[in-house]
């Protein structure tokens, strides 16, 4: 990024989160040229006046870092406790609004400060726009996902209540309610963090699968952090869902890439082995980490849209979205938290000079 | 032991009211399905639960019992047979093949971001074929390693041991020099035909001692100074590898904070004259891993009691790590366990050998097999 001023896209919440300007403050000490997306969230209900005044804060910090007529503000509404599940549709909308990418060398998601689906969704979004863009001889922009991830800061900024539906990722149902296929076996990829209990339940009477394949964080930062997510959830996977130890799947904390391959590996096996049964549909819902969930985005998407993908296969996202945030348990001072960055396309994917590579034809 | 039998074993050692035994019981009984069940030095018949009640049942009852069980709860870490095969796996796409990606980059002189083209080049497949993987221990599991890079690796060029023959050193260089003809389209140059990369692997070092470590006469001792002194002598792998330009990287699945420092501090000193050597840890457990004195104490009081230690454990390799064994050699203080077997290194209560006056949860087979 330091060697020349690239022109940046920076896609952000406007939240409380203790976490939401580090990309911002690393991207203005690269002196980058910055324009912003706000993502602005309504849910019909307002704020508490702590999470008003630490919104505001954030803001604040936001306008010490990129002038005001850099930053568009871009509402979307994303429904409240009840009623049908509009956020998909809305962020979707509201991106499509804001304007064009193509002017930009980087789009940088910011995730830290997003609610799940909003994040998930803006990221599929933007990754399908940018890719047919490529796809149609126009710039090849860079995608960036950036989030700050800290076990703490989520669980301090989790406190709230769930809807009560379950939502799909836009683009990602996994034909769950399609009428002729409903005899094929559901496998179920719940992807584990801590606190998922009530989510876990709600997904699984909605989706009602055959066979659930948990995904556990292992290797960790805190090693006994996956003994401890199954712990928690001991009784629901063991006594509950029936799940079988051998189904167990590992996913690296450290690395959404790594998870990537496990879940899309993992997906692939099940496509091969149930295709005499006429199919089967598959659904993974992200509920670790924000960095796991990009993995775990991303293997939805090759599945339906890689280049790898021979038969479009829509694997489904379905998540319960926190309907009211409660007040944050978080300290700005104290906040331990590590900044991750993905580049999703872009750049890396393109040739490199042909003169770079001496023998690069000779044996293949 | 039955299951059942166990069970109201261990309620009646741990004095459990009936909810409690229930609450407990399911945890239990879940954790040792998941995980403790495969603990393979367990004697046949035996388990996880078995274990436990006869553990506890040697501590006195009511606090040092509620103690020890507390620690099993809370505080015990074992690594699966899945979770090291997934540490294996995590080996090459996440520290072999990026340093392969980053010197071809530098060799190129093109941005090393550009992974997708960089790793089609021949470049790139030449380094990768450079590549040897040695085991350094039966825990290395190059099988696993090998089965779990399949389209990256040639069998020829991962094998199980460090200690390599004359025959099985040159088959190794002839199939080098055989897919480098296909991998360039020409006949390689002999120099070309040598390993670039040399990558030790292990399972888990808790000191790293038994890896590098001072031997007393201003030189070098341990597993990797004994190899990096056979790759300088001349025949077998010395003979392999190239004059100049070889990076050793020494790759472990699981490290304590103590080895890697201890490794990481003594590795520059070492000299290596046809290359570098490089050290790299796939999981590290962390500085919240080894027993802390103050947050560990309930635990702590019993591993330092005179009834939980048996002298025979001390033996002259304790002399290595320095201090007894009741801590963990080298004082290491671990909770950690392995599902083939408990690392010295972790607190003598947890893998008190069979044969000894002391019941560990995890006995140990030891590697150091006293003379009968």
């Known amino acids: 990024m330091s060697a020349k001023k690239r022109k940046v896209l920076l896609v952000i919440g406007r939240g409380f989160d203790v976490r939401t300007l580090e990309t911002a403050r690393r991207l203005h000490a690269l002196d980058a040229d910055i324009s912003v997306w ?7 209900l307002g704020d508490s006046p702590k999470r008003s005044e630490l919104t505001a804060t954030n803001h604040e910090g936001l306008l010490k870092l990129v002038p005001a007529e850099k930053i568009v503000a871009v509402p979307i509404e994303i429904g409240g406790p009840v009623g049908a599940a509009v956020t998909p549709r809305n962020t979707k909308a509201s991106l499509d609004r804001a304007g064009d990418c193509r002017d930009f060398d980087d789009v940088i998601v910011d995730i830290s400060a997003m609610p799940r689906m909003v994040a998930l969704t803006a990221v599929s979004v933007l990754l399908f726009k940018l890719d047919k863009l490529a796809e149609a001889n126009g710039p090849s922009v860079n995608l960036h996902v950036t989030t700050s991830e800290s076990v703490s800061a989520d669980l301090g900024a989790a406190k709230g209540s769930l809807r009560d539906s379950v939502t799909f990722v836009l683009g990602f149902s996994g034909h769950l309610e399609e009428q002729t296929t409903q005899n094929w076996p559901r496998v179920w990829f719940p992807v ?67 998870a990537y391959r496990q879940i899309f590996t993992a997906m692939e096996r099940y496509k091969k082995a149930l295709k005499p049964m006429g199919g089967c549909k598959l659904f993974v819902s992200p509920l670790s980490s924000k960095l796991l969930s990009i993995g775990v985005l991303l293997a939805c998407y090759d599945h339906k849209f890689g280049k790898g993908s021979s038969d479009r296969f829509d694997v489904g996202i379905p998540y319960v979205e926190t309907a009211v945030y409660g007040d944050p348990e978080q300290n700005a001072e104290t906040a331990d938290f590590e900044l991750h960055s993905l580049w999703i396309r872009g750049e890396w994917e393109e040739p490199i000079p042909a003169t770079a590579s001496a023998a690069v034809t000779a044996a293949t | 032991m039955r299951k059942d039998l166990a069970e109201s074993l261990l309620a009646k050692i741990m004095e459990w009211s009936d909810e409690e035994k229930a609450a407990e019981r399911a945890y239990l009984e879940s954790f040792a399905s998941y995980k403790y069940d495969e603990y393979q030095q367990f004697s046949p018949g035996k388990r996880f639960i078995e274990s436990l009640a006869l553990w506890l049942g040697q501590f006195t ?68 074929r450079q590549t040897l993987v040695l085991g350094l221990s039966d825990g290395a599991r190059t099988d696993w390693f090998r089965r779990a890079n399949p389209q990256e690796m040639s069998n020829e060029q991962v094998f199980h041991a460090y200690d390599v023959s004359d025959p099985k050193s040159e088959g190794m260089v002839q199939d080098l020099r055989k897919h480098l ?23 888990f070092t808790g000191s790293g001692t038994s890896f590098i470590r001072e031997d007393g006469q201003g030189g070098w001792t341990g597993k990797i100074a004994k ?34 420092e201890h490794i990481e501090s003594r590795l520059p000193k070492l000299t290596f004259g046809k290359g570098t050597v490089e050290f790299e840890v796939v999981h590290k457990l962390g500085e919240t891993t080894p027993l802390d004195d ?17 002298d025979d454990a001390d033996d002259e390799h304790s002399k290595v790590g320095g201090t007894s064994k009741r801590y963990g050699f080298a004082n290491c203080r ?31 087979v030891s590697r150091h097999r006293k003379l009968q």
């Open chain 2, 61 to 128: 009852g009511g606090e040092e019992r509620r103690e020890a069980y507390n620690f099993v709860r809370k505080r015990l870490l074992f690594i699966s047979t899945d979770e090291m095969n997934h540490l294996v796996e995590l080996t090459f796409p996440t520290i072999i093949r990026p340093i392969l990606i980053a010197d071809t980059a530098t060799e190129l002189g093109v941005d090393p971001h550009k992974v997708k083209a960089i790793v089609d080049t021949v470049e790139y497949r030449t380094r990768l």
């Open chain 1, 38 to 44: 706000q993502l602005v969230f309504d849910n019909g």
């Open chain 2, 227 to 260: 190899i990096v002194s056979g790759l300088m002598k001349a025949g077998n792998l010395g003979d392999a590898i190239a004059n100049s330009g070889v990076k050793i990287i020494i790759i472990l699945y699981v490290a304590g904070d103590q080895a890697i």
């Open chain 2, 294 to 310: 103050a947050s560990d104490s309930p635990i702590l009081g019993l591993v330092a009691d005179d009834r939980y230690f048996d």
């Open chain 1, 192 to 258: 584990l963090g801590e606190g998922q209990r009530d989510r876990l339940h709600l997904i699984q009477d909605h989706v009602n699968p055959d066979e659930i394949c948990p995904v556990i964080p292992f290797p960790t930062r805190k090693p006994r952090r996956g003994d401890e997510v199954v712990g928690e959830h001991r009784d629901t996977l063991f006594d509950d869902f029936k799940v079988e130890p051998a189904n167990i799947l590992l996913a690296s904390e450290y690395n959404p890439f790594e």
């Open chain 2, 181 to 203: 003809t296909k991998i360039l389209g020409r006949e390689p140059h002999d120099h070309e035909a040598r390993f670039r990369y040399i990558v030790l692997l292990d399972d």
């Open chain 2, 334 to 364: 671990l909770p950690l366990v392995l599902a083939h077997n408990t690392p010295n290194n972790s607190i003598y209560l947890l893998w008190a050998e069979d044969d000894q006056s002391v019941r560990g949860l995890f006995p140990r």
